[in-house]
Every structure is written in structure tokens, then in C-alpha cells.
């Protein structure tokens, strides 16, 4: 049986594994490596020269059994030719563009990036000499063909968009942007490889946050790229001249969460949607931003280009309640208040769009942002009814 006839669930439980080569020990041991021994000088000159050493590593940092393991199960999930790992999701982003960034050149990024990204992008990459620009997530492959330049070097997108959810016609921009010669980066830590097929999207470049939903628990911090060649060789080879590298008892967890990733997302994807349609119904929320949710504005790009989604979404309180959003947050007991998504507990947080867009966003009210995890979407459900009608309280004896 060819492995690629099989569902992306069925090779993720074995992606990544060579018990035969382990003494029949399923998961890949955890090496802890910097210096990596040569049983003689020829072998120690060309360790970083594959082709001319009998052994497979050089140095800890640029590669092990264990690091090796998880780069190939994302290559292997993503159907791309390589991954290479790095300390943390950012680091993914800002390797991807620092490997693009050129004097004199041009970049386009989606107006609704990673914030992190996107601080990177408007007070680091211009000291190259690089002109960033932002266009409208929403924008179109035409009007995206008119804003790119002889000296464009890269296309950053980001779907759904980072706390307001918009989605591109991915097929559509990439199409036009391959027309042009231009790589398109995509940040897919809200999907993963089983929500979208970045490949069949016509992506070249994928980043994800390897900290969020394949680790899984809230305990780790990573970054992946992946992509086809040559364009891989040039992203690793940029990975390693910044000495990227994570530990190994990281990728060990990373690993680990990466085979039960699929069983985790359906349940953060099924429970988001129980508890967006809870929200809806609610006299204070102006509107939900769930893209699986059939009055989402961008619906149909998601019914035709992912397969599953995540648990993360965000609700936007109306105008004028102005204690409303603190007295709502911290009266929530299952919902901690913190960064990052994708672990195992749920998650609120306000947004701050206005500090992360050049656009304008038309914002009536305050934006939430929950992260979904595994607890039951009922009980869920009714820890926000509970912080809701304390809202509702509080709200209604500061009128009095």
C-alpha cells in the first residue's frame, strides 16, 4: 500500500517513525547532541559535506535523529519536499522573510498578520532597504497583480487573518503571484496541514507555530518551515546561518503531539462552533468571526478550500459597554487569560486591532478572542453565560 493513499490521519499516527532503526521502539529517542563525534579527520573536515562523510549529522545544532524525525513527518504531512525546525513560530516568519529580503526590494503582506510578524516587518526589515507594503486581506488576484513590482521578492499571507479571521482566495493569489515570479510565504498555524493543503493552494512557503497546536499542551515553543525546492534549500540554508534550532526534548513533545493533532483539532473545531452559535444569540454580541460559520462573510472560500478548521474565533461586544469587556473576562473561571492558543485549555483575550492594522478597520465595539480547548463545549458555554449576565449586572447597577 503507498503510503499517499492513505488519509492524512492514518500517516500522521506514522509519520516520522522508524521503529526498525530504534530497536523496535516506536517513538524516535531524544537525542541530546552538540558535539557529534568522526572516527577519523576525513570525516571530521567534511562533516558539514554529506556526500563526503560516513555519518548522516555534523553538529548538534543542524541536525540529529530526533530533529531529523519531526522534519520529515511535516514534510511528509504537507507533501513538500523538506521542513527545517526553528525555536519558535516568529522565528519561522522572520527566517522565511530575512531569506527574501533584498536591498532596494519589495514585499507585500496581507494587512491582517501575526503582530509579532508584523512589528518585524515595519521596524526591522526596513532597515534593509526593503519596502513593505499592506493590502487588504480580502483583495482580489487582479488587484493583487497591479501592486507587484519588478523588485517584489515575496508575498506574505495569512489565513484566516490573525484576529479578524478574513480568508484569501488563496488559489487565486498565488496563481498571479507565480505568473509574476513572486514566492508566496503563508503563516498555517490556524489550519495545519489538515485543515488546508497548502500545496494544492499554490503556496510555495508554509510557516506554523509548532507551539500551538501540534505541541498541543502549552508547554513548548516552535516554529516550522516547509516547502518545495529549491526555494527549500534556500530557507534552510538562511535557518542554519541564524542558528536556528530548538531543543530536543521540545521536538520530543512536538513529535508526540503531532500524531494525536488530528483528534485534538476536531474537538477544538466542533466545540468552537457550539459555542460561536451560543455567542450569536447573545443581545451584546455585534458579530462572530468564525469562518466554518455559514454567515461568515468569506463561508464559501472556506466550504471550498479547507477541510477542517480550528478552535480559535472572535466575537465582537457592541459600542458602549465600557466596563462590559473586563467585568465579562474576569468573571470567566474555565477561560484563562493569556497569549497563545492551541493547548489543551481554553482561552480569552481581548484584541487590541487598531495597534496591528494600516487599514482601517471598521470597529464599533470590543473585539474577544477565544481559544477553544477540551473541555465540554457546555460547560464552556455556561461559564460564559455566567460572565455574561454578571455584565449584564454590573452594567445595569453603574446606569442606575
Same mark, same amino acid.
Given at each position: 500500500?503507498?503510503?499517499?493513499?492513505?488519509?492524512?490521519?492514518?500517516?500522521?499516527?506514522?509519520?516520522?517513525?522508524?521503529?526498525?532503526?530504534?530497536?523496535? %521502539?516506536?517513538? %524516535?529517542?531524544?537525542?541530546?547532541?552538540?558535539?557529534?563525534?568522526?572516527?577519523?579527520?576525513?570525516?571530521?573536515?567534511?562533516?558539514?559535506?554529506?556526500?563526503?562523510?560516513?555519518?548522516?549529522?555534523?553538529?548538534?545544532?543542524?541536525? !540529529?535523529?530526533? =530533529?531529523?524525525?519531526? $522534519?520529515?513527518?511535516?514534510?511528509?504531512?504537507?507533501?513538500?519536499?523538506?521542513?527545517?525546525?526553528?525555536?519558535?513560530?516568529?522565528?519561522?516568519?522572520?527566517?522565511?522573510?530575512?531569506?527574501?529580503?533584498?536591498?532596494?526590494?519589495?514585499?507585500?503582506?496581507?494587512?491582517?498578520?501575526?503582530?509579532?510578524? /508584523? /512589528?518585524?516587518?515595519?521596524? !526591522?526589515?526596513?532597515?534593509?532597504?526593503?519596502?513593505?507594503?499592506?493590502? *487588504?486581506?480580502?483583495?482580489?488576484?487582479?488587484?493583487?497583480?497591479?501592486?507587484?513590482? @519588478? *523588485?517584489?521578492?515575496?508575498?506574505?499571507? $495569512?489565513?484566516?487573518?490573525?484576529?479578524?479571521?478574513?480568508?484569501?482566495?488563496?488559489?487565486?493569489?498565488? @496563481?498571479?503571484?507565480?505568473?509574476?515570479?513572486?514566492?508566496?510565504?503563508?503563516?498555517? !498555524? &490556524?489550519?495545519?496541514?489538515?485543515?488546508?493543503?497548502?500545496?494544492?493552494?499554490?503556496?510555495?512557503?508554509?510557516?506554523?507555530?509548532?507551539?500551538?497546536?501540534?505541541?498541543?499542551?502549552?508547554?513548548? #515553543?516552535?516554529?516550522? %518551515?516547509?516547502?518545495?525546492?529549491?526555494?527549500?534549500?534556500?530557507?534552510?540554508?538562511?535557518?542554519?546561518?541564524?542558528?536556528?534550532?530548538?531543543?530536543?526534548?521540545?521536538?520530543?513533545?512536538?513529535?508526540?503531539?503531532?500524531?494525536?493533532?488530528?483528534?485534538?483539532?476536531? /474537538?477544538? #473545531?466542533?466545540?468552537? %462552533?457550539?459555542?460561536?452559535? &451560543?455567542?450569536?444569540?447573545?443581545?451584546?454580541?455585534?458579530?462572530?468571526?468564525?469562518?466554518?460559520?455559514?454567515?461568515?462573510?468569506?463561508?464559501? +472560500?472556506?466550504?471550498?478550500?479547507?477541510?477542517?478548521?480550528?478552535?480559535?474565533?472572535?466575537?465582537?461586544?457592541?459600542?458602549?459597554? @465600557?466596563?462590559?469587556?473586563?467585568?465579562?473576562?474576569?468573571?470567566?473561571?474555565?477561560?484563562?487569560?493569556?497569549? =497563545? &492558543?492551541?493547548?489543551?485549555? =481554553?482561552?480569552?483575550?481581548?484584541?487590541?486591532?487598531?495597534?496591528?492594522? =494600516?487599514?482601517?478597520?471598521?470597529?464599533?465595539?470590543?473585539?474577544?478572542?477565544?481559544? +477553544?480547548?477540551?473541555?465540554?463545549?457546555?460547560?464552556?458555554?455556561?461559564?460564559?453565560?455566567?460572565?455574561?449576565? $454578571? #455584565?449584564?449586572? $454590573?452594567?445595569?447597577?453603574?446606569?442606575?
Amino acid at each position: 500500500m503507498d503510503k499517499h493513499d492513505l488519509s492524512i490521519e492514518t500517516r500522521l499516527a506514522h509519520a516520522g517513525l522508524n521503529p526498525w532503526e530504534n530497536e523496535g %521502539i516506536p517513538n %524516535i529517542p531524544v537525542y541530546h547532541a552538540s558535539t557529534i563525534l568522526k572516527k577519523n579527520n576525513q570525516d571530521a573536515k567534511n562533516s558539514d559535506n554529506k556526500a563526503g562523510s560516513s555519518g548522516k549529522y555534523g553538529y548538534g545544532r543542524t541536525g !540529529t535523529p530526533t =530533529s531529523n524525525a519531526l $522534519e520529515e513527518a511535516l514534510a511528509e504531512i504537507y507533501g513538500m519536499d523538506g521542513a527545517v525546525i526553528t525555536s519558535s513560530g516568529l522565528s519561522a516568519l522572520t527566517t522565511v522573510i530575512l531569506t527574501f529580503a533584498k536591498q532596494n526590494g519589495h514585499m507585500l503582506v496581507s494587512d491582517s498578520v501575526y503582530s509579532s510578524g /508584523r /512589528r518585524y516587518l515595519t521596524e !526591522t526589515v526596513p532597515r534593509f532597504g526593503v519596502e513593505v507594503e499592506f493590502f *487588504n486581506p480580502r483583495i482580489s488576484g487582479t488587484d493583487l497583480a497591479k501592486l507587484i513590482k @519588478s *523588485n517584489t521578492t515575496l508575498i506574505h499571507l $495569512e489565513t484566516p487573518g490573525s484576529l479578524t479571521f478574513e480568508l484569501h482566495d488563496l488559489p487565486s493569489l498565488t @496563481s498571479v503571484a507565480r505568473d509574476f515570479g513572486v514566492p508566496t510565504l503563508l503563516d498555517n !498555524t &490556524w489550519a495545519t496541514a489538515l485543515g488546508l493543503d497548502c500545496s494544492e493552494m499554490g503556496v510555495d512557503i508554509v510557516a506554523e507555530a509548532i507551539t500551538k497546536y501540534v505541541g498541543g499542551h502549552s508547554d513548548l #515553543m516552535m516554529g516550522a %518551515i516547509v516547502a518545495n525546492e529549491p526555494l527549500f534549500g534556500q530557507v534552510q540554508n538562511e535557518a542554519r546561518q541564524l542558528g536556528q534550532c530548538a531543543g530536543p526534548d521540545d521536538i520530543y513533545l512536538a513529535m508526540r503531539g503531532l500524531h494525536t493533532l488530528h483528534l485534538r483539532l476536531d /474537538r477544538s #473545531m466542533n466545540s468552537s %462552533i457550539i459555542v460561536a452559535n &451560543w455567542l450569536k444569540q447573545q443581545p451584546e454580541v455585534l458579530q462572530v468571526f468564525h469562518p466554518a460559520l455559514p454567515d461568515h462573510p468569506d463561508h464559501e +472560500i472556506f466550504k471550498r478550500d479547507f477541510k477542517t478548521g480550528a478552535g480559535l474565533f472572535a466575537f465582537q461586544l457592541s459600542a458602549g459597554e @465600557s466596563i462590559g469587556p473586563d467585568i465579562l473576562i474576569d468573571h470567566l473561571k474555565l477561560f484563562g487569560k493569556g497569549a =497563545s &492558543w492551541g493547548g489543551f485549555e =481554553s482561552l480569552v483575550q481581548e484584541a487590541q486591532v487598531e495597534n496591528h492594522r =494600516s487599514l482601517e478597520y471598521p470597529s464599533e465595539g470590543t473585539l474577544i478572542r477565544l481559544a +477553544i480547548g477540551a473541555e465540554d463545549p457546555n460547560d464552556l458555554v455556561q461559564d460564559l453565560a455566567d460572565g455574561f449576565n $454578571e #455584565m449584564r449586572r $454590573e452594567t445595569s447597577l453603574e446606569a442606575r
